[in-house]
């Protein structure tokens, strides 16, 4: 009875925490159906008596199952969660950007030579190599980041396998859990996070099956620095690893494989700085990495504990499973390691998982791919866990939560898989693409201040040097830029003065709730652009049901095209 008693105690909060979570009504049965499985598994005097047994009979079973099982249904299970949304072109305006600002290396120029944006130089090659082999189609691209989600989750199933001495069950559940939280639409590949965790899931692969290797130490460096370069705020991902060298080893050889790590995240650091200086614009790159980023934390302070109680509470919502999942495996583990607390959170992964948080609140701007790294890192806690009742009570709910998550989206999946052309060509700003290029018949410049994915479709650059629309107005971007010479005063007045042969553009939209107006420096009408323009019909464009997944009323689609 004492057993039990004590094992329903981290229940009783998660009950608690759930109840106060705003509950709406509807929700009501979907809760009692996770509290009376949970009260089955805690109050089931056989299982209790006999879970011992049944894990044996578990693993006896799951190590007669090949690892490419397991990892398949992970493959099969990332296509079919993340192409729910496929049949929409545009759930964020990011990856249109990234795609316009990578395209200057297929005209032989480095990143931000001729194309501005945020992040670093090695995601603008990765987009540059995915978009190359996709052949331009955008359909194809997405897919391909999928399977880049994929190899994430193999790496967290294979560290989760090796650090539990082959448990195939926890392994599976953690790459399981991380791909079900891709499932909500935040988490679309894409996003400049992905390929940050692609470098740091090998650079764990590596730490935890040679961690003694001191050369090995020189190749997890570069990874991290390389990650480093498609993200700058993945750097402190450093930290783990350099605490866990000189925790574990002797002070000598500590020293030895710190040395080499450090010495392998400089190296590539300073080969893009020779890189940029050879090429007259290191203080672009210095910008972009320095004074930039310490004045978008400081631009505007979003992110609270209210905003990722918000998350939390979108995160019950959309899959409630899931959330029970989450909670279960956080207060599980705590209650499971709460006597060796100095220890714990020096741990590797809850100190990476302090860090995710930080990257959240140090971002500032409550945007919740920047909790990517949250839910890559919290799985791993799994491996953590001794206590088998705690172990099978959270895999019952993470293999629920994935089920919830495929049943949810295999419909719309397999729809959108059957026929990736059908696809392509219901996509709104693909047909815009095609007759905007049917007016022109040589080559022709657009000033794309917003929907910059024609400029993807259309392989051009933008008659601008900054790609994203948000960018445009951004002092802590604007400012550097101006004091470099790279923009000038007025710099978007001053573009359109000089009367490019298309322009696109957009009068207001919804920011954090709120209507606003971006074409603070412009006029965004006909009127403002003389005679020589005409403006084409794109309501058939904007109404179109694939053209965002996150419909905004008031967000208009004017073109304009020079007579």
Known sequence: MKKIQSFSIPIIILIFITVINNLQFEKIVTLTSGIILICFLIFNKDLNRDVSSFEKKVNKISKKIPNTFFILILFFLTLIVQNKYLNFETITWDVASYLVAASEIDLGFIPLETQWESKGPVLMYIYFFIDLISEGNLVIFKIFNDVILFFISTFIFLIVLKTTNGDKIKGFASGLLFITFTSKVWYVSGFSEIYCLLFLSLSM?????????????????????????????????????????????????????????????????????????????????????????????????????????????????????????????????????????KKTVLDFYVLSIFISLAIYFIGSHNYYHHLFYFIFFVPFLISKILNKKYIYLLISLIFIASINSFTYSYKDSFSNLQSLDSTLNEYPLYQLSQEIDSYFDNDYSVFALDYVMVLHYLNKQNFSYIVHPMNHFADFITIPLTELGKISDDNVQRLLDQSPDVIICNTSMIINGIEERIDGEYICELESFGINYFQLNTDEFRENSNLFYFKDPVRVLNVFIKK
């Open 205 to 341: 692969y590596l730490f935890v099956f040679s961690k003694n290797n001191q050369k090995i130490c020189f190749f997890i460096g570069i990874l991290i620095s390389l990650s480093s370069l498609v993200n700058l705020a993945s750097a402190l991902f450093l930290i783990p690893f350099l605490l866990s060298y000189f925790q574990s080893e002797s002070i000598n050889y500590s020293i030895k494989k710190i040395y080499s790590i450090i010495l392998g995240f400089i190296l590539p650091h300073i080969i893009v700085v020779l890189v940029y200086f050879n090429n007259g614009i290191l203080d672009i790159h210095f910008a972009n990495y320095v004074t930039m980023p310490l004045g978008y934390t400081s631009d505007e302070s979003l992110s609270s504990l209210y905003e990722l109680r918000v998350w939390l509470r979108e995160m019950f919502y959309f899959n409630n499973f899931l959330y029970f999942s989450l909670f279960s495996l956080l207060i599980f583990y705590i209650t499971s390691n709460y006597k060796e607390l």
